[in-house]
C-alpha cells in the first residue's frame, strides 16, 4: 500500500493512507523546532520515509491499534496520549479488556489479529488535556478531548490553519463506532456536535481521503444522524418483540452483515449503548436483562435528538 504526501503549510503534511483500510490510518507530519507524529500506523513506504527524518514526539490520538502500529518501531519520540487512553496503550492485557474479553472470555480474543498483525504495545510517557497547546515552535497544536469513541479519543486543531484534525470522527458511511467497552454514545454525540459548532474550514479525519473543506458541517451532522437512525432501529426491534440484546444483535441494525466473527461482539456492545441511552431518556426499561418499552412509546412517534 502507498501513502500520499500532501502539504497543508510549510511545516505540516498530511501522510495520507488509503481510506478506510486496516491497520492503516492519515497521520499529521509536524516538521518544526520539534518534529511530531501524530498516529503512527502509516503505510510501508511512509514508514520508511519517516526513518529518514527526525521524530521527537508522537502524539497518540487514542488507543486503537491501527493508530499506533509503529509506535515500538520509533523509539527515538516519546508518545504522548490522553490519560484516559493511557492504560491501554502499554499492555496488551489491559488492551483486551476494552474489548470485552471479560464478558465473552478468550472467544473474542481469538479473532484478533494483534499477532498476525505483529502489533507490539508500549507504553505511553507523556498525557495530554483538553486545551492544551503543544508548541512545536512555529506550529501550534490545541489538543481536543473528543471522548466516546475511546475515553481518552482526542483531535488536534490546528489554529493556523483553520483545520481540525477529527481523528475517528471520521464521515464513514459506515457511521460512528463505539463497540469497546469503554466507548460511550453519549460522549461521541457531544464530541461530534463539538467539531460541527467548531466550524473548521479544514477537516482531517483518521480514515477518509482529506483535507475536506467543503460541507463539513453537513457531513458530519449526517455522520452524528446515523447514531440516530440505529437507536430508531433498536426501537423498532423492541417493538417487534425483541427483547434482550442478542435477540436485538440478530437483527444486524448496525452491521448489516457480520463478515468476520468479532463484529457481533462489536454489535452487543453498540446495542448495549443503545439501550442503556433509551434508558436513561426515560424510553426504555429492564426487567431481568430483557428491555421493554415504556407504554406509549412507538417508532413512530420517538425523538431521540
Ligand atoms: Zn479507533
Ligand atoms: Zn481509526
Known amino acids: 500500500m502507498r501513502s500520499e504526501l500532501k502539504k497543508l503549510s510549510q511545516h505540516v503534511s498530511l501522510l495520507e493512507a488509503p481510506e478506510y483500510a486496516f491497520p492503516y490510518c492519515n497521520t499529521i507530519l509536524v516538521e518544526d523546532d520539534l518534529c511530531c507524529l501524530i498516529d503512527t500506523s502509516v503505510t510501508d513506504d511512509a514508514f520508511h520515509y519517516l526513518r529518514t527524518r527526525r521524530l521527537d514526539l508522537i502524539i497518540s490520538t487514542h488507543y486503537h491499534i491501527d493508530h499506533n502500529m509503529h509506535n515500538n518501531h520509533l523509539l527515538q519520540a516519546k508518545i504522548m496520549a490522553h490519560e484516559a487512553d493511557f492504560p491501554y496503550l502499554g499492555s496488551r492485557e489491559r488492551f483486551i479488556t476494552t474489548l470485552g474479553v471479560q464478558y465473552f472470555g ?3 480474543n481469538r479473532y484478533l489479529k494483534l499477532d498476525k498483525l505483529h ?13 492544551k497547546v503543544i508548541d512545536l515552535g512555529h506550529t501550534r497544536v490545541e489538543v481536543l478531548h473528543l471522548p466516546g469513541h475511546t475515553p481518552g479519543h482526542c483531535g488536534f486543531l490546528f489554529p493556523d490553519l483553520g483545520m481540525v484534525f477529527s481523528t475517528d470522527l471520521d464521515l464513514a ?6 463497540g469497546n467497552v469503554l466507548s460511550d454514545v453519549n460522549d461521541f454525540i457531544n464530541s461530534i456536535d463539538r467539531v460541527i459548532a467548531m466550524k473548521p474550514e479544514m477537516l482531517i479525519t483518521s480514515h477518509a481521503t482529506g483535507p475536506i473543506t467543503s460541507n463539513i458541517q453537513v457531513r458530519m451532522t449526517r455522520f452524528r444522524d446515523v447514531i ?3 437507536e430508531k432501529g433498536v426501537v423498532e426491534a423492541l417493538y417487534r418483540g425483541k ?5 436485538i444483535v440478530d437483527e444486524n441494525i448496525i452491521y448489516r452483515r457480520f463478515y468476520e ?6 454489535e452487543w456492545f453498540m446495542i448495549r449503548q ?3 441511552r433509551l434508558e436513561k431518556l426515560g ?3 429492564c426487567d431481568n436483562d430483557r428491555y421493554y418499552l415504556y407504554d406509549g412509546v412507538r417508532p413512530s412517534n420517538i425523538n431521540l435528538a
Open 106 to 108: 478468550e472467544d473474542l
Open 119 to 131: 502489533y507490539e504495545f508500549r507504553e505511553p510517557h507523556e498525557t495530554m488535556i483538553d486545551g
Open 173 to 178: 458511511r459506515f457511521g460512528p463506532w463505539y
Open 228 to 230: 440516530y437512525q440505529r
Open 243 to 247: 427483547h434482550t440484546l442478542w435477540e
Open 261 to 266: 466473527p468479532q463484529m457481533r461482539y462489536f
Open 274 to 276: 443503545h439501550v442503556q
Open 283 to 285: 424510553k426504555v426499561f
